[in-house]
């Protein structure tokens, strides 16, 4: 039975696949609402996308705060920075907490922290470790790199200054690159407040009134708030797991095995077209991550030796060196400074071994089959021993592979009933056959 979509259901489809996260209305409009995001893992464009929108979102809703909960070790700069501009210029006040107990906020994090109208830390959490890092790790120079730090330290100075924070250990924080617990951070004034839960949160800052980024003052009600989840998009998720390394290389390794089936298969159509989407999304998670292009080398030169191991009797030498270069190439192929961002040596050799298999032994087969005399048609013929089944005067019959063909004698060859002959050559359907010495007689 098929099912027939009309555009209207499609629509409709195409929307809960993409839509937002909105969180539905309060169940009692009277309470006041806060929209919570989980802003974790690494801070890049989508992240960043996620949490501007569910800030201007519970701008539009007119909510009461927006709980920004951060676990994360850090991201891109610009990334961070439109997290931050968000925040800054919020009508609604901005919770930053870090959370839950045993996360982190650092690096871009710690930014984002001190940006919050009110910046809480989960007990058992850490934030700091801010200092600047190039993904690449390239050695930029001394003076470019003194104007990238001196950047970042009058950035966290004016966050700090402004939100009335401690601007020395914030400035410590990118500097130093120190790193402080929830309570260090407390007794330095870099956050309002330790609390392990929400709730506790809310009940604490309910009926005081805080200064904005702006100078202005807003009277907190946060008193039966109802916290309702501003949940990342489908697309926003599924882009989000493209950010992964070890998921961009699996899709990568996937892709080139099934585009190497469909150039040795052709015609087979589903391994091209499934190869292609999986080497597409693949590049779309490395266009998001800082490669190493050394790494992408050793690869390449694995396959290469991949395919020379098919090619040359090497005693598994040279896929041996073919395993060892990918291997490296992987695990060295995401360079950033940023922990848990690189592709694991588990997923690095699940990927490789079956890789290197996989493809010297599809290689091996075809370049065999490519050598491999063809035994139908014409070519299959060629020097086929028969049986003459009549005398060849100079034509007549023979059998040849169970088979009876018309056929004559090469040149004057006499050939006599029960003779064995050979095929040299072939007219049309008749082939021609020269005598071959009986070795039993």
Known sequence: MKLRWLPGQLAL????????????????????LVVEIHLSGIIEPITAQYVERGIAYANRMHANAVLLELSTPGG???????????????GVPVITYVYPSGSRSASAGFFILLSGDIAVMAPGTNTGAAHPVLMSGADV??????????????????IAQQRGRNVELAEAGVRQSKSYTDEEALQGHLIDAIEASPQAIFKQFDGKTIKRFNGSETALHWANADVRVYAMSSREQFLSHLADPN??????????????????HPGLVLPGIAGAIAIVLALLGFQLLPINYVGAILILLALVLFALEAHITAHGLLAAGGVAAMLFGSLILIKTPWPGAHIHLGVSLSVTLPLAFIIIVLLRAAILASRRKAVT?????????????????????????????????????????????????????????????????
């Not at 001394?142 to 004016?158: F, G």
């Not at 998921?247 to 040795?264: N, R, S, W």
């Not at 007549?396 to 064995?420: F, L, N």
């Open 377 to 441: 048609g014409a070519e299959g013929l060629m020097d086929a021993l028969g049986v003459a089944r009549t005398d060849l005067v100079p034509s007549g019959k023979i059998v040849v592979h169970g088979e009876i063909w018309d056929a004559r004698a090469k040149d004057t060859s006499q050939v006599t009933a029960g003779r064995r002959v050979r095929v040299c050559g072939m007219e049309g359907l008749t082939l021609v056959v020269e005598p071959v010495e009986d070795p039993s007689r």
């Open 247 to 264: 998921i961009a290389f699996v899709l990568g390794a996937i892709g080139a095995i099934l585009l190497y089936v469909e150039f040795t």
């Open 13 to 32: 489809a195409a929307a809960v696949l993409f839509a937002g996260g909105h969180p539905p209305a309060p169940a009692n409009p009277s309470d006041p």
């Open 76 to 90: 891109l700069d610009t990334s961070m920075r439109g997290i931050i501009e968000s925040i800054v210029n919020s």
């Open 141 to 158: 120079g001394k003076t470019e790199a003194a104007k990238i730090e001196n950047d970042a330290a009058a950035y966290i100075r004016s």
